[in-house]
């Protein structure tokens, strides 16, 4: 069976993983979201500018899709459940960032680009729960 080419998720890894790559080597860096959010509230931290000026673009560049028309899937799923539920899991993912020692897109994109041992098993952590959640979500709740 052929299905069709998602061209939108082609164009979104490309550009984070050039995002990626020019974070790297213009101020070398790694792009893990975690990381650059967490260091934003460290004290005595002299590299706050490149943190904020990482995340407005990932902002301004959401705001610009918008803006020209991209529709994003709907948020119904999630704003089904209650509030308590989203905010127990998105501390859940800060905790599990805080063992992992970074995030999906720091170990995921630029780990396994770098081939670093350490970034290959918590991807492949992070996939295995994330796969067992949804199991247990749709067929076991």
Same mark, same amino acid.
């Not at 860096?29 to 990482?54: C, E, H, P, T």
């Not at 803006?67 to 119904?76: E, K, T």
């Given at each position: 069976?052929? =299905?069709?080419?998602?061209?939108? =998720?082609?164009?979104?890894?490309?550009?984070?993983?050039? =995002? *990626? =790559?020019?974070?790297? /080597? /213009?101020?070398?860096?790694?792009?893990?979201?975690?990381?650059?959010?967490?260091?934003? +509230?460290?004290? *005595?931290?002299?590299?706050? *500018?490149? $943190?904020? +000026?990482?995340?407005?673009? /990932?902002?301004?560049?959401?705001?610009?899709?918008?803006?020209?028309?991209?529709?994003?899937?709907?948020?119904?799923?999630?704003?089904?459940?209650?509030?308590?539920?989203?905010?127990?899991?998105?501390?859940?993912?800060?905790?599990?960032?805080?063992?992992?020692?970074?995030?999906?897109?720091?170990?995921?994109?630029?780990?396994?680009?770098?081939?670093?041992? $350490?970034?290959?098993?918590?991807?492949?952590? +992070?996939?295995?729960?994330?796969?067992?959640?949804? +199991?247990? $979500?749709?067929?076991?709740?």
């Amino acid at each position: 069976m052929l =299905s069709g080419i998602p061209w939108e =998720s082609l164009l979104g890894g490309m550009l984070l993983g050039v =995002s *990626a =790559s020019l974070l790297l /080597m /213009m101020n070398g860096r790694i792009a893990g979201i975690s990381g650059i959010v967490s260091g934003l +509230f460290k004290w *005595a931290n002299d590299d706050v *500018a490149w $943190r904020v +000026f990482f995340i407005l673009g /990932m902002v301004s560049a959401g705001v610009l899709a918008f803006w020209a028309g991209y529709a994003y899937p709907s948020l119904d799923v999630a704003t089904e459940g209650a509030l308590g539920h989203i905010v127990i899991a998105g501390l859940l993912v800060g905790a599990g960032t805080t063992l992992g020692n970074g995030c999906t897109s720091g170990h995921g994109i630029c780990g396994i680009g770098r081939l670093s041992k $350490r970034s290959i098993v918590a991807t492949a952590v +992070f996939m295995g729960v994330a796969m067992i959640t949804v +199991f247990v $979500r749709l067929h076991v709740l």
